[in-house]
């Protein structure tokens, strides 16, 4: 776990807050004033991905950002199950604890799946869904909340190093893998990518049981554990179908078919905007920072 205070060189100068509702040290950022904007992150990544987000959205919101259970400045607890029902029922805790409503979610990679899960299960704390380079199987006609693991690197590569046991080893050593997995995953823009870059995402691996988190997100995709509770949130849909919606889709993603992130975001909103950034990848908010907070920001200014 990351020391409280470490500030990256300044690149996350934020005042560390901490949630125990859920059972565990939950770190979560918590700036500015209004309606709540909730940026959640994925795979292997911390709040540390929305580093240039928090400053500019709170000028007009408030913004949180937690970090997931086994992520950035939160613990690991070795003796917890790490499962997508886990992370929203964590995820569930905090916003029960911080008593917030009218929520913005804005949401990447596993992000998606949790922000989903939570939003279909408690649709009257949500008010918008901002949607970026994930995957819920919520939209797209029988995929049962599984992408095909035959067609993008990243899952390809978890099929073959499974049978090799290469997957383990990768991933119980990201202090030293971070940056060939975020490659691996889909990062294409490594013009901001320094010292400081790899130490701050390489942080929260310091050892080997620090890595469960990172170990077990895929996991539940490869060995079906997400299919049932997927399933579960089906009847929660028709309630989120009806709040406001955005789109911003990298469209060099590596990790989630770009065709079926957007199949299965127009599922459920088919009239809403998708924004397509030709020159992201998956890690969209280091591929074009700017772009997308003008955007989340336009989005937040039009539907009010």
């Not at 060189?9 to 709540?36: L, R």
């Not at 199987?137 to 993008?152: F, I, M, R, S, W």
């Amino acid at each position: 776990m990351i020391k409280a205070n470490e500030t990256f060189d300044g690149t996350w100068p934020h005042e560390p807050h901490f949630c125990s509702a859920a059972g565990f040290k939950q770190h979560y950022v918590d700036e500015g004033q209004g309606e709540p904007v909730i940026l959640l992150h994925g795979q292997p990544t911390w709040g540390y991905i929305y580093r240039n987000f928090i400053e500019p959205l709170a000028q007009t919101n408030r913004v949180i950002v937690p970090d997931h259970m086994g992520f950035g400045k939160s613990e690991t607890p070795q003796d917890r199950i790490y499962t997508l029902r886990t992370h929203v029922e964590n995820m569930a805790a905090l916003i029960e604890d911080l008593n917030l409503n009218d929520i913005t979610l804005v949401m990447q990679d596993w992000g998606g799946p949790i922000g989903y899960g939570y939003a279909v299960r408690n649709p009257d704390r949500i008010k918008r869904m901002v949607v970026m380079n994930t995957y819920a199987g919520y939209g797209a006609a029988g995929q049962e909340g599984l992408p095909d693991p035959n067609k993008t690197q990243w899952f390809s590569w978890i099929n073959k190093s499974m049978s090799t046991g290469q997957y383990e080893e990768v991933l119980r050593n990201l202090d030293v893998n971070i940056l060939s997995v975020l490659h691996l995953i889909g990062l294409d823009n490594f013009s901001g990518v320094n010292d400081t870059f790899i130490k701050a995402y390489a942080a929260p691996f310091a050892t080997p049981s620090e890595c469960k988190g990172a170990i077990e997100f895929p996991l539940d995709v490869h060995l079906h554990r997400i299919r049932d509770y997927v399933k579960q949130g089906f009847e929660g849909i028709p309630a989120i179908a009806e709040k406001q919606a955005v789109m911003i889709e990298g469209m060099k993603d590596r990790a989630i078919p770009a065709e079926l992130a957007i199949a299965d975001f127009k599922g459920i909103w088919p009239d809403a905007p998708v924004h397509k950034l030709p020159h992201a990848g998956h890690y969209c908010q280091e591929d074009a920072t700017d772009e997308i907070v003008e955007l989340i920001k336009e989005f937040l200014q039009t539907n009010g």
